[in-house]
C-alpha cells in the first residue's frame, strides 16, 4: 500500500469513519444484467428516479469524467436494540434503527466532505465527486467489490465487524488508487431473512421486491399512495421503516458495539405513540423531526402509517 492511500485511510479513521476500502469504478456484466432484470420486474414500484438514470448507475464516468476509482466509506449506525414494551397496553409503533435520531445523508456526508477536501490537498488537480444515498451510484456493489462487506441475501451491506446496520458514502475519483480485494460471501445457507419477512418481499436470495416492503410502504411511498393489502394485514408494528431482515441475521444478533455517532443515537425515538401522531400538528411535527429522516415520509404519510397500524392492533384485539 503506498503512502498516499495509507494517510487518507487514516485521514478517514480521524474523522470518525467505520471503515473505508477502494475499488475499481468498472460494473461486471452480471451486475448490469441483474439491475435491468430488476427494473423490468417492476421491483423498483414508483421509484421511478432509479430507472431513469441506469446509464449513470452502470456508467461513473458519466458522472465524473475519467471515473477511475471510487473510495467507499462506511459509517456504523447500530443504537441498540428497540426495549420491551407491553404492547397490550400502549399503541404505539416501531422506528427503525436508521432513524432514531439526525438524519444520516447530512451526518455522513460532512465526513465524506471533510475526507475529499484532504485528499484535494494531497492529490494536487485530483477531480473527485461524493454522495450519500444521493446520486445514481451502485453504492452496494462498490461496497462490495472494494470489501466493505459482502451483499446478504436481505440485499443489504453485511460488514464483518459492524453487520448490516452501516451507512454507505462513496468518492469517485479520476485517480487510480490500488484497489482493495472483495471477501467471501459468508450467508452460507442461512436463510433467515427470507423466512422472516412477513410479506416475501425478499423473492429470492439479494432479491428485494419493493412492492411487498414495509420499510418501502413506511418510508418511501408518497403519501397519496395507496398502502396494499399484503402490507396492511402483515406489518402489526412498524411505523416507519422495517429492521425484521436484519434482526434475525447471526451476524446481527451478536452485535455489541454501539455506535459512536451521538447523532444516531435516541433513546427515545425507538417507539412513537400513535395517537400522538395521528394528533400531531404540522408545526409540531417540523420542529420535532426537522433533521430527522422521519420526515422524509411527511406528516400525512405518518398518520396514514399510523391509522394502519391502530387497525391492526383493534383486529388482533377482537379476534383474541
Same mark, same amino acid.
Given at each position: #500500500?503506498?503512502? !498516499?492511500?495509507?494517510?487518507?485511510?487514516?485521514?478517514?479513521?480521524?474523522?470518525?469513519?467505520?471503515?473505508?476500502?477502494?475499488?475499481?469504478?468498472?460494473?461486471? $456484466?452480471?451486475?448490469?444484467?441483474?439491475?435491468?432484470?430488476?427494473?423490468?420486474?417492476? %421491483?423498483?414500484?414508483? #421509484?421511478?428516479?432509479?430507472?431513469?438514470?441506469?446509464?449513470?448507475? &452502470?456508467?461513473?464516468?458519466?458522472?465524473?469524467?475519467?471515473?477511475?476509482?471510487?473510495?467507499?466509506?462506511?459509517?456504523?449506525?447500530?443504537?441498540?436494540?428497540?426495549?420491551?414494551?407491553?404492547? /397490550?397496553?400502549?399503541?404505539? /409503533? =416501531?422506528?427503525?434503527?436508521?432513524?432514531? *435520531?439526525?438524519?444520516?445523508?447530512?451526518?455522513?456526508?460532512?465526513?465524506?466532505?471533510?475526507? $475529499?477536501?484532504?485528499?484535494?490537498?494531497?492529490?494536487?488537480?485530483?477531480?473527485?465527486?461524493?454522495?450519500?444515498?444521493? /446520486?445514481?451510484?451502485?453504492?452496494?456493489?462498490?461496497?462490495?467489490?472494494?470489501?466493505?462487506?459482502?451483499? /446478504?441475501?436481505?440485499?443489504?451491506?453485511?460488514?464483518?465487524?459492524?453487520?448490516? %446496520?452501516?451507512?454507505?458514502?462513496?468518492?469517485?475519483?479520476?485517480? +487510480?488508487? +490500488?484497489?482493495?480485494?472483495?471477501?467471501?460471501?459468508?450467508?452460507?445457507?442461512?436463510?433467515?431473512?427470507?423466512?422472516?419477512?412477513?410479506?416475501?418481499?425478499?423473492?429470492?436470495?439479494?432479491?428485494?421486491?419493493?412492492?411487498?416492503?414495509?420499510?418501502?410502504?413506511?418510508?418511501?411511498?408518497?403519501?397519496?399512495?395507496?398502502?396494499?393489502?399484503? !402490507?396492511?394485514?402483515?406489518?402489526?408494528?412498524?411505523?416507519?421503516?422495517?429492521?425484521?431482515?436484519?434482526?434475525?441475521?447471526? %451476524?446481527?444478533?451478536?452485535?455489541?458495539?454501539?455506535?459512536?455517532?451521538? +447523532?444516531?443515537? *435516541?433513546?427515545?425515538?425507538?417507539?412513537?405513540?400513535? !395517537?400522538? #401522531? !395521528? +394528533?400531531?400538528?404540522?408545526? *409540531?411535527?417540523?420542529? =420535532?423531526?426537522?433533521?430527522?429522516?422521519?420526515?422524509?415520509? =411527511?406528516?400525512?404519510?405518518? =398518520? &396514514?402509517?399510523?391509522?394502519?397500524?391502530?387497525?391492526?392492533?383493534?383486529?388482533?384485539?377482537?379476534?383474541?
Amino acid at each position: #500500500m503506498n503512502q !498516499i492511500k495509507s494517510n487518507i485511510i487514516a485521514k478517514a479513521f480521524q474523522i470518525g469513519l467505520s471503515d473505508i476500502k477502494f475499488t475499481s469504478s468498472n460494473i461486471e $456484466e452480471s451486475t448490469k444484467i441483474n439491475l435491468q432484470n430488476w427494473i423490468n420486474s417492476n %421491483y423498483n414500484v414508483n #421509484m421511478q428516479y432509479i430507472a431513469n438514470n441506469v446509464d449513470k448507475r &452502470l456508467n461513473p464516468s458519466i458522472i465524473l469524467e475519467n471515473c477511475k476509482s471510487v473510495i467507499v466509506c462506511a459509517l456504523n449506525y447500530f443504537p441498540g436494540n428497540h426495549p420491551t414494551i407491553d404492547n /397490550g397496553n400502549k399503541l404505539v /409503533g =416501531k422506528i427503525s434503527r436508521y432513524a432514531q *435520531n439526525i438524519d444520516y445523508h447530512f451526518v455522513l456526508l460532512d465526513k465524506i466532505k471533510l475526507l $475529499e477536501e484532504y485528499i484535494k490537498q494531497i492529490i494536487p488537480n485530483i477531480k473527485t465527486r461524493s454522495y450519500v444515498d444521493t /446520486g445514481h451510484i451502485l453504492e452496494k456493489y462498490f461496497a462490495q467489490q472494494s470489501g466493505i462487506g459482502w451483499q /446478504g441475501k436481505h440485499s443489504l451491506i453485511i460488514s464483518q465487524k459492524y453487520g448490516s %446496520y452501516i451507512f454507505l458514502g462513496v468518492i469517485l475519483t479520476d485517480y +487510480e488508487f +490500488e484497489v482493495d480485494a472483495p471477501i467471501l460471501d459468508k450467508c452460507g445457507t442461512c436463510q433467515r431473512c427470507i423466512v422472516a419477512c412477513p410479506t416475501n418481499a425478499l423473492v429470492k436470495p439479494k432479491v428485494l421486491d419493493a412492492n411487498k416492503c414495509i420499510a418501502y410502504w413506511t418510508v418511501e411511498a408518497k403519501p397519496e399512495e395507496n398502502i396494499p393489502e399484503i !402490507i396492511k394485514e402483515n406489518n402489526s408494528e412498524w411505523l416507519f421503516g422495517c429492521d425484521i431482515c436484519q434482526e434475525v441475521c447471526p %451476524y446481527n444478533k451478536v452485535l455489541k458495539e454501539k455506535t459512536h455517532i451521538i +447523532e444516531f443515537i *435516541n433513546e427515545n425515538n425507538f417507539y412513537s405513540n400513535l !395517537i400522538d #401522531m !395521528i +394528533e400531531m400538528s404540522p408545526e *409540531n411535527f417540523n420542529l =420535532k423531526y426537522k433533521k430527522s429522516p422521519i420526515k422524509r415520509r =411527511k406528516l400525512s404519510g405518518l =398518520k &396514514l402509517n399510523a391509522a394502519n397500524l391502530i387497525e391492526h392492533f383493534n383486529k388482533a384485539k377482537e379476534s383474541d
